[in-house]
C-alpha cells in the first residue's frame, strides 16, 4: 500500500492523476462573483501535489499530457469545424481582422517585454499562453520546445522536463488572463459611457440575432418575371433564398417548378441577410405579413424539423435529395451545431442536421423516412473518423516545414496537427461522404477527459520547481501576464468602438472570442443578460484558436532557432 501512495508506478500514477483531476473539477464549481477558473483548478491541484513531493511515472505522466491534448484539440477541430470557412462571410471577416490584430500584439508585448525584461522568450511563452487563457498554445509551445530540445540531442523525457517552466508561467499568469479581460470589459464600458439596454436595443432593432437565416414576405412587382416559371427564375436568378410559398389570392400554394408568377402575387421566402436588398429588386418591396398569416389559410401545410440520421445521405446536396419533386416538400432552413443556414440547393448535408420542411404531413414522414430522423441513431458515436483523423493529424503534425529566414524547420506538432486535420474533417468530411457527426454531449466529454489528462499531468510535472521559480524572478510573471492581457485588449477595444464602430456585445464577443476565454463569455453574458456576445464568439473563435497555437510555436522556435 505505501507504493500505491508514495511509489513511482503505474497504479500511483493513475490514483495520483485521479485525485488530482477529481479535486480540482470539484473546486471548479465554485464561483467568486459569477466568475470561476473551472478545469484550470485541475492544474492548480497538480501543481500543489508536485510540490508536496508526490511525483508520478514521467514516461506515464509523458504520454498522458500528449494523448489528453490531442483528444482536446481534436474535439475542438470537429465542433468548429464546420463553420470555421463560414465565419470569413460579410461582417466575420471584419471580426477576424480584429481578432487576428488582438493576437498580433500580444506576440509583440511578449516579445517587447522579453528584450526590455530579459526573462527567456521561452518562458514569455508561458506566460503569455497564461495570459489569454490558451491552454491548446501552452500545449503546442511545450511539445515544440520538446522536439527541438530532443533534437540536439536530450533525451525527450529531459526535453519534456525543460519546458515545465513555460507550464509554472502560465499557472501564473492565467487568473491575470481571465480576471484582466474583465477589467477591461468593465472600464472601457464606462470610459466611453455605454448603455447596455441600449445596445441590446440597437441589435434589437436591426435583427442581429445571430441566426443565418431570414424570412421576407414580398410581392411580386418586377415585370421582368410576371407571367414566368419560377423554375426559369431561379434558375437565371440563382442566390442564396429559398421560395417557401405562393399565396395567389387568398390561395396559398406550395411551389413548385411549374408555377407560374404572377404580378400581385406575395411570396415567403427564407434567404441571408446579405439577400434581402437583391431579392427587393427582383422580387419587389417587402410587405406586412406574419408567418402566422400563412398558417392560418394553410391547413394543409405543415412544418416540421426532421434530423439526418441515414450516415448513406453525407455528403449529398439537398438539390440531389430533389425533395421538391419527388415528395412535394420544400426545405427552408437547416440547423447545424445550433446555427441556423439558408437551405441552399448546394449545401451539402450531414448527419445531425436540422431539415425544417414545409409540406403536407404524410409527405413529410416519407422524407423522414428516407433522412432517416432516428433519435437513437444519434446516440451511437462515430469513432472511426475521430481515431483515423488523429492518425492522418500526428503524421501531418509531425512533418517539418521550412521557412526563409527561419534556421529551424515548423512542426505544427501533436497540437497544431490535429487541430487542423479536425478542422478540414469538419468542413469537408461531409462532401466526401465521411460521418464525423458527434453529439454535443459526446464531443463535451472527450474534450474535457482531454483537458483534464493534459493538465494534471502537466501541473504534476510542473509542482517540483514551481515555489522556486516564483521565488527566483517568476512573481515578475504577475505583471507581465497583466500587460500582456491588457494592452493588446485596450488598443483592440479603441479601435472596434471607435473604428469599426461595433456595438458593446459585439466587443464583448470578439474579446472573449480571440481570447478563446469561455469565463469571460460567460460573465458577459450573466452581467449583461443578453447571448448576443456568443454568436461573435463563434464567428472568430475557430481562427483565434489555430492562430493562438500557431503564433507560440513560432515564438518557441524563433527563440530556440
Known amino acids: ?144 520546445f520538446s522536439d527541438i530540445a530532443s533534437s540536439t540531442g536530450d533525451s525527450v523525457l529531459a526535453a519534456g522536463h525543460a519546458s515545465e517552466t513555460l507550464a509554472s508561467a502560465y499557472a501564473v499568469a492565467y487568473p491575470i488572463g481571465v480576471l484582466g479581460v474583465i477589467a477591461v470589459i468593465i472600464v472601457f464600458r464606462a470610459i466611453f459611457k455605454i448603455d447596455h439596454t441600449k445596445e441590446l436595443e440597437q441589435l434589437d432593432k436591426e435583427g442581429r440575432s445571430g441566426e443565418h437565416a431570414r424570412r421576407m414576405h414580398v410581392a411580386v412587382e418586377n415585370p421582368a418575371i410576371f407571367n414566368r416559371k419560377l423554375y426559369d427564375v431561379l434558375h437565371e436568378f440563382e442566390g442564396d433564398f429559398v421560395v417557401s410559398r405562393v399565396m395567389q389570392g387568398d390561395e396559398i400554394k406550395f411551389p413548385s417548378e411549374d408555377t407560374v408568377l404572377h404580378e400581385g402575387d406575395k411570396l415567403l421566402l427564407v434567404t441571408s441577410q446579405h439577400e434581402v436588398e437583391r431579392l427587393r429588386i427582383l422580387f419587389g418591396q417587402e410587405v406586412p405579413l406574419h408567418v402566422s398569416d400563412w398558417q392560418e389559410k394553410d391547413h394543409n401545410m405543415v412544418t416540421r424539423r426532421i434530423v ?87 503524421i501531418f503534425g509531425s512533418i517539418p516545414f521550412h521557412f526563409p529566414h527561419i534556421p529551424q524547420a515548423i512542426k505544427l506538432g501533436l497540437a497544431g496537427g490535429p487541430l487542423i486535420v479536425a478542422i478540414l474533417l469538419g468542413h469537408w468530411g461531409p462532401k466526401y461522404g465521411i460521418t464525423t457527426y ?72 470578439l474579446i472573449s472570442g480571440s481570447c478563446t476565454n469561455p469565463p469571460v463569455l460567460a460573465f458577459s453574458q450573466g452581467m449583461y443578460g443578453s447571448d448576443y456576445a456568443s454568436v461573435n464568439y463563434a464567428t472568430v473563435y475557430p481562427l483565434s484558436m489555430f492562430m493562438r497555437v500557431l503564433v507560440a510555436q513560432l515564438l518557441i522556435v524563433f527563440a530556440l532557432g
Open 1 to 144: 500500500m505505501r507504493e500505491l501512495f508514495y511509489g513511482y508506478g503505474v497504479a500511483h500514477t493513475i490514483l495520483l492523476l485521479a485525485f488530482v483531476i477529481g479535486v480540482g473539477l470539484y473546486l471548479g464549481r465554485f464561483k467568486v462573483k459569477g466568475i470561476s477558473l473551472g478545469s484550470t483548478w485541475i492544474l492548480f491541484m497538480g501543481i500543489l501535489m508536485g510540490h508536496l513531493g508526490f511525483q508520478g511515472d514521467l514516461t506515464i505522466l509523458h504520454f498522458v499530457k500528449e494523448f489528453g491534448l490531442i483528444l482536446f484539440v481534436f474535439s475542438i477541430g470537429l465542433q468548429v469545424g464546420p463553420g470555421f470557412f463560414q465565419s470569413f462571410r460579410s461582417g466575420g471577416v471584419k471580426m477576424n481582422l480584429l481578432a487576428v490584430m488582438n493576437i498580433l500584439l500580444a506576440v509583440a508585448v511578449t516579445y517587447a517585454i522579453s528584450l526590455v525584461s530579459g526573462e527567456k522568450l521561452t518562458t514569455m511563452v508561458g506566460v503569455m499562453s497564461g495570459a489569454v487563457t490558451n491552454t491548446p498554445g501552452l500545449g503546442a509551445a511545450q511539445q515544440t
Open 308 to 394: 439526418m440520421t441515414n450516415s448513406k445521405l453525407t455528403g449529398t446536396t439537398l438539390k440531389d435529395l430533389r425533395l421538391r419533386s419527388a415528395y412535394g416538400v420544400s426545405v427552408t432552413r437547416v440547423i447545424r451545431a445550433g446555427v441556423e443556414l439558408v437551405a441552399n440547393p448546394t449545401l451539402y448535408l450531414q448527419v445531425g442536421d436540422g431539415l425544417m420542411c414545409v409540406g403536407t404531413e404524410e409527405n413529410i414522414k416519407q422524407v423522414a423516412a428516407r433522412v432517416g430522423n432516428s433519435s437513437d441513431a444519434l446516440n451511437k458515436p462515430n469513432l472511426v473518423p475521430i481515431f483515423l483523423g488523429i492518425v492522418v493529424g500526428v
Open 438 to 509: 458527434t453529439t454535443t454531449s459526446a464531443n463535451l466529454m472527450i474534450r474535457e477527459i482531454g483537458i483534464s489528462l493534459f493538465l494534471a499531468s502537466v501541473g504534476i510535472g510542473a509542482g517540483g520547481d514551481f515555489w522556486s521559480s516564483i521565488v527566483n524572478g517568476g512573481y515578475w510573471w504577475i505583471l507581465y501576464g497583466a500587460l500582456i492581457t491588457i494592452v493588446p485588449l485596450c488598443i483592440t477595444f479603441i479601435i472596434a468602438r471607435a473604428v469599426c464602430h461595433l456595438n458593446f456585445y459585439q466587443i464583448c464577443g
